[in-house]
C-alpha cells in the first residue's frame, strides 16, 4: 500500500510539474504579445517618418523649403505610441517655426535639432 501511495504522489507531483512547466512556457508568450504589437507599430511609425523626412527639396541646399515641405506630412501621421507621437508634433512645430521665421531663428534651428534628436532615439536614422 505505501508503494501505491508513494506511486500516486509521484504521478500527482509529475502532473504538477508538467503543467507549471507548461504554463511557464506559455505565459510569456501571451504576456509579450502587448509588445511585440507595440514595437510592430513603433516601426512602422518611424518607416512613414523616414519617408516622409526623406521626401522634398535638399535640406542643404534649401533648408526653409525642405521645413515647409515636412510640416504636414509630418502633422498626418498618426502614432499609437504616445511618445512618439509628441516628438512627431514637436518635429512639426519645430520645422514650422524655422520655416515661418525664414531659417533666420537660431531659436528655431535649435529646436529643429532637438526636435530631431528625439526623433532619432525613438527612430535611429530617421531624421539624420
Do not use: W
Not at 501621421?77 to 524655422?98: E, T
Not at 520655416?99 to 531659436?107: E, I, N, R, W
Amino acid at each position: 500500500m505505501t508503494n501505491r501511495i508513494t506511486a500516486d504522489l509521484g504521478c500527482l507531483l509529475a502532473a504538477a510539474l508538467a503543467a507549471l512547466a507548461l504554463s511557464a512556457c506559455s505565459s510569456p508568450a501571451r504576456s509579450s504579445a502587448p509588445a511585440v504589437a507595440a514595437a510592430t507599430a513603433v516601426a512602422s511609425t518611424c518607416e512613414q517618418v523616414g519617408a516622409v523626412l526623406s521626401d522634398g527639396p535638399d535640406a542643404d541646399a534649401d533648408a526653409v523649403g525642405y521645413a515647409e515641405a515636412q510640416v504636414l506630412p509630418l502633422r498626418q501621421i498618426h502614432a499609437s505610441d504616445q511618445a512618439l507621437g509628441q516628438a512627431i508634433g514637436q518635429l512639426a512645430n519645430a520645422y514650422q517655426a524655422f520655416y515661418a521665421s525664414g531659417g533666420k531663428s537660431s531659436q528655431a534651428k535649435q529646436a529643429v535639432a532637438a526636435a530631431s534628436k528625439k526623433i532619432d532615439s525613438f527612430c535611429p536614422g530617421a531624421a539624420s
